[in-house]
């Protein structure tokens, strides 16, 4: 066996289960219930019709992706990297800015992945406590020495949106440090820092199709920031691997951001079911902050965050348990389709009325 200082060792992000051959309502990774845009069936079909494109390397550049990102937020193509779903872009922010030695910041409840890069990357970082309601103290950010700042807004997995005129202050409070806002679930009805690229060169905001554009298999993320950043961002890209986005995953990519309507149908829909769904969760007596994404976190007085899991999942029901300091009673529910949310509020009743 080779010796162990040989080895980059590291302890890997977990990540939600994806059942194999159980028939669950699985509302445990926050995927888009609704298929992705029509176009997107149409796109890979004509490409299947002509397997004789996949003989070329693709476009180094994303091109024709790239270009529809840009037309569709009214932003140059230079403002835009993207790569192979967020969390390829949000690593790939990691390794070209958190350059320091200084230590990173972000919320001890967050997305756990960024903890995960910190290591990996072997860059210091410190973790800042929320607030008991969740949410973020804006000041812990400011005047305080760092290396960069990396906010989910909304945040996960609590749902919770830190308002727009907050996240300009953090980032007005810290301009020789890149701020990181990870917009993956913007498009639920939080407002987006995206305007701010034009004021700032040092905001990164970084979005992705896996949630609201219903595309969490094919892996498409991108991020958006003045042109000097995005550059620093594919110089190291393709210092590492210049092909990341294979042709499929530009061509069902560019199909999705062309169908503006469908895009706004389908999240107006996951809104509408959401807000449905916690006014049920209300009346049952759970406790939440009203959310801004595709999922909501509650707990409920009377059960463990563990309980509630297992007595959901045995009637068929998956959603996500962190079994984490502050967090542990919580559960995460991805908002589903309506008729999967009856069923939720309908199991939730029963476990609530029979104790489990
Ligand atoms: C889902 C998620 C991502 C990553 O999504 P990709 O599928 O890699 O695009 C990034 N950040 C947060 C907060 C997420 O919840």
Redesign the pocket.
Known sequence: MIREDNIRRTTPYTAGEQPKGVKLIKLN??ENPYPPAPGVGEALKSLSEDPAKLRLYPDMDASPLVDALAEEYGISPEEIFVG???????SMCFLTFFNSGRPVLFPDI??S?YDVWAEVYRIPFKTVPLRDDFTIRTEDYLGTENGGIVI?NP???TGVELPLKEIRKIIEGNPENLVIV?E??VDFGAESALPLIKEYDNLIV??????SRAL?GM???YAMGCPELIRAMKDVKFSVNSYTMNLPSITAGTAAVRDRAYFMEITGKIIDVRERFEDELEEMGFDFARSR?NFVFARHPLFSGADLKDALRKRGILVRHFAKPRIEDYLRITVGTREEMEEVASALREIIRSGS
């Not at 192979?84 to 949000?90: A, C, E, P, R, Y």
Request: a negative charge.
């Open positions: 990774t926050n192979i779903g967020s969390d390829d872009v949000l967050t997305y992945f989910a945040n996960a997995p990870d993956a679930y970084v979005q992705t199709f896996s949630k969490a892996r498409i993320g994404a």
